[in-house]
C-alpha cells in the first residue's frame, strides 16, 4: 500500500474534459485497487468562467482487468453557462437541455457528476453509465422558451444515461410571473414531458395577456404539461376563485373546490381548446373551443350542469359584434338567473358585445316547485343588459305565458301575461300565496332605468295568507256603537285559507334598487283593500300601508243599523268598515302591524289611511 499527498498539480482527466489544474488531494493505492481524491481544483473552459472542484474522485478498483474499468465522480460548481458547456463534453456527453445554448444562459450552477468508464489501450476510453445532479440559483436565459421568458430559476436538475431523460423541477417567473416548474426532457430529442405550476391572481394573468373578465376573479392554480401528440395538457385549480357566469345568474363563490382540464392545440395563432372537463361541487360541463387573438371564435358545450337539475347544451360562434349562442336544454334550473334579473340594479348602458340567444328548454325549474314547460327563447343582449326578449311557455295547468321585451320609442318596454299568475308569481319567487288567475304586466324603462307601468289580475284566490288571518282578529272593545261579538262573528265570515278576490290592479315604479306601488287595490270576491308603499329599497326593506275592508257581509251588517248607514255608507255596503294596516321589516320576512277595527270614509280608495 502507497499514500501520495498532491499540491498544486495539473492532471490530465478524461475525453474532451478540460485539465485540472492547482489541484490537492492524495493519491491511494492498496494491492490492485487505486483512488484518486481531489480537495480542490480549477477547470478552465476558453471564453466562460472557471469550473471549481470541491471535491473529486478517480478509482480503479482492479487495475489486472483488461479492459481496466474505473469511476469517476465531482463535484463541480460554477456559472450556468459553463457547466452546461462541461457537461456537454466526452465522456459526459449531456446535451444541452432544448432550448438553453450556453451563451444564452445565465446564474450559477453546483453539479455532482458521476460517471462509469472503460479504459482501453491507446488512451480510449469509453463510457458504461453516468449521472449527473444539479442545483441552479438565480438560473435566465435570453431566449425565450416555448414563447415565454425564463427568470429567476432556482431548480434542480437530474440527468443520467439510464434515465436518458433531464428531470427538472423547482420554481422560477415565468413572463416575470413566479411558478413551480416540473419538466422531464429526454436527452436524444424527442417531445419533452413538461409540467409547470403558477399561482395566478388578476395581476399575473393580466401580465400573461390572460383575461377572464367577469368569469374568474380571484387566484387560481395552473398546471401545465406536454403531451405526445404535441398539445399541452392543462388543469386548473378555481377553489380560492370566484367563478362567474353573469349572463344567466350562476356563481360558485371563493372556498368551493373545482377543477377545469383541459388539452390545448396552438397552430398558425389560433389555439383550440378539447376534452374540456369542467367539474365542481354539484356543477359540471364538457366540450371544446376554438379562439385566436380576437379572442374566443367558437365553442361547443355538451351536458352543463350548474345544478343537479341541469341537463343542457350550448353552442356559441363569434359575430361581427358579438356572439350567436344556441341553447337546447332538456331541463334548465332557472331560480339563478331569475333571482339575478329580477336584483338587478344596473341600468341598460348600451355598451359592451351583443350576444344573441335563441333555443328551447323542454323544462324551466322556478322557485316553489314550479316549472314552466315548452319554453323558447329568443333574446339579444348588449353587455349585462338585455336589449329584446321574447320567451313563450306554458305554466302549470297548460296556462299559456308570454313574456316580451322590446325597444319602443327610445324606452325598452316589458310585457308579461298568463293564464296561471298564481304559478307564475310563484315561478318568479314574487308572491307563493295565489292561486289561479290571470294577470297582465306592462312595464316602460327609461336609459337611466327607471321603470313605470301596471299589473292587473283577476279571479285568484289567496292561500293561507298567515297576514290576512292577522288582519281579521276582533277587536278588543265595542266599536263605534258595535256590539265586538257581533263584529266577530262576522269576520270569521271571511275565509282566510281560500280567499276569492275578483280583480287586483296596481301601479309601479322601478328603479335600480327599488320597487314601489301606488294606488294599489284589491276588490270584490270576500275582501278588498286599497294599499301603497316601498316593496323592497336599496337595504331589500319593505314599507306598505293600506286599509283592508273585510267581507261584504260586514260592511252589510254596518248598513242596516240606521244611524250609521245614513251618516256613512247612505245605504250602500262597501267603504264603512275597515282595517288600516301596515307591512314594514325585511322584504322576505316584513312584520305586519294592524290598527284596531275603525269606521273608515266612503272615500277610502281615493285616499289611504296613514300610520
Known amino acids: 500500500s502507497a499514500s501520495l499527498k498532491l499540491s498544486g498539480v495539473s492532471v490530465k482527466t478524461a475525453g474532451d474534459l478540460p485539465r485540472l489544474l492547482n489541484a490537492n488531494g492524495e493519491i491511494k493505492y492498496r494491492g490492485v485497487e487505486t483512488n484518486v481524491f481531489v480537495t480542490s481544483g480549477i477547470a478552465k473552459l476558453t471564453g466562460y468562467p472557471d469550473v471549481k472542484v470541491q471535491k473529486g474522485k478517480f478509482s480503479v478498483p482492479d487495475y489486472t482487468q483488461k479492459p481496466l474499468p474505473a469511476v469517476l465522480s465531482l463535484d463541480l460548481s460554477s456559472s450556468a453557462s459553463s457547466m452546461a458547456v462541461l457537461t456537454a463534453r466526452k465522456p459526459l456527453n449531456v446535451k444541452t437541455i432544448s ?81 413551480d416548474i416540473a419538466l422531464v426532457q429526454p436527452l436524444d430529442g424527442s417531445a419533452a414531458k413538461n409540467s409547470v405550476t403558477m399561482q395566478l391572481d388578476d395581476k399575473a394573468r393580466k401580465k400573461l395577456g390572460i383575461e377572464t373578465g367577469e368569469v374568474i376573479s380571484g387566484p387560481i392554480a395552473v398546471s401545465i404539461g406536454s403531451q405526445r401528440n404535441g398539445g399541452t395538457s392543462i388543469t386548473v385549480d378555481l377553489k380560492r376563485a370566484k367563478l362567474s357566469f353573469p349572463w344567466i345568474g350562476w356563481s360558485k363563490g371563493k372556498g368551493v373546490s373545482a377543477t377545469a382540464t383541459f388539452s390545448m392545440f396552438d397552430r398558425n395563432g389560433t389555439t383550440t381548446l378539447k376534452d374540456i372537463r369542467l367539474r365542481g361541487r354539484g356543477f359540471s360541463a364538457g366540450g371544446s373551443l376554438v379562439a385566436d387573438k380576437s379572442g374566443l371564435r367558437s365553442a361547443n358545450l355538451k351536458n352543463i350542469k350548474l345544478n343537479k337539475t341541469d341537463d343542457l347544451d350550448v353552442q356559441i360562434a363569434r359575430t361581427k359584434s358579438g356572439f350567436d349562442v344556441a341553447v337546447n336544454a332538456r331541463s334548465y334550473d332557472g331560480r339563478s338567473i331569475i333571482k339575478s334579473a329580477l336584483n338587478n340594479n344596473r341600468a341598460s348602458t348600451g355598451k359592451g ?113 298567515p297576514r290576512l288571518a292577522a288582519l281579521l282578529k276582533a277587536p278588543s272593545k265595542n266599536v263605534a256603537g ?130
Not at 113 to 134: F, H
Not at 139 to 153: E, M, V
Not at 395 to 410: E, I, K, M, N
Not at 510 to 531: E, H, N, V, W
Request: charged share 20%.
Open 99 to 179: 432550448g438553453l445554448e450556453p451563451s444564452n444562459i445565465s446564474g450559477s450552477i453546483a453539479a455532482s457528476v458521476s460517471t462509469n468508464l472503460v479504459l482501453r489501450p491507446n488512451n480510449r476510453i469509453e463510457t458504461k453509465s453516468w449521472s449527473v445532479k444539479t442545483t441552479v440559483k438565480n438560473g435566465s436565459s435570453r431566449s425565450k422558451i416555448a414563447g415565454r421568458s425564463i427568470s429567476a430559476a432556482n431548480v434542480k436538475v437530474a440527468l443520467s444515461s439510464k434515465s436518458k431523460v433531464a428531470d427538472v423541477k423547482g420554481n422560477a417567473k415565468i413572463d416575470g410571473v413566479q411558478a
Open 353 to 465: 358585445l351583443r350576444v344573441n340567444v335563441k333555443g328551447k328548454v323542454r323544462r324551466l325549474l322556478g322557485f316553489n316547485g314550479q316549472i314552466l314547460s315548452g319554453v323558447s327563447i329568443d333574446l339579444a343582449q348588449r353587455g349585462s343588459s338585455v336589449s329584446r326578449a321574447n320567451l313563450k311557455a306554458v305554466a302549470a295547468g297548460d296556462a299559456s305565458t308570454v313574456f316580451s321585451l322590446a325597444p319602443v320609442d327610445g324606452r325598452v318596454q316589458t310585457k308579461i301575461k298568463t293564464n296561471n299568475a298564481g304559478s307564475v308569481l310563484a315561478f318568479l319567487d314574487i308572491y307563493s300565496k295565489l292561486s289561479g288567475g290571470t294577470m297582465s304586466a306592462q312595464l316602460n324603462t327609461d336609459s337611466k332605468g327607471l321603470s313605470r307601468g301596471r299589473i292587473t289580475a283577476s279571479n285568484f284566490k289567496l292561500l293561507n295568507e
Open 482 to 611: 258595535l256590539d265586538r261579538d257581533q263584529v266577530r262573528s262576522f269576520l270569521k265570515t271571511v275565509p282566510t285559507k281560500n280567499a276569492k278576490v275578483d280583480s287586483l290592479l296596481a301601479e309601479i315604479v322601478k328603479r335600480p334598487g327599488s320597487l314601489q306601488i301606488t294606488r294599489g287595490r284589491l276588490l270584490g270576491g270576500d275582501a278588498s283593500a286599497a294599499f301603497e308603499g316601498t316593496v323592497y329599497d336599496r337595504n331589500n326593506r319593505m314599507k306598505i300601508t293600506g286599509t283592508f275592508l273585510p267581507g261584504r257581509g260586514l260592511n252589510t251588517f254596518v248598513s242596516k243599523i240606521p244611524l250609521l248607514g245614513l251618516a256613512f255608507g247612505n245605504g250602500k255596503t262597501s267603504g264603512l268598515l275597515g282595517i288600516t294596516f301596515q307591512l314594514r321589516g325585511a322584504y322576505n320576512n316584513p312584520q305586519i302591524r294592524v290598527n284596531p277595527l275603525s269606521i273608515v270614509a266612503p272615500g277610502v280608495f281615493r285616499k289611504l289611511f296613514k300610520f
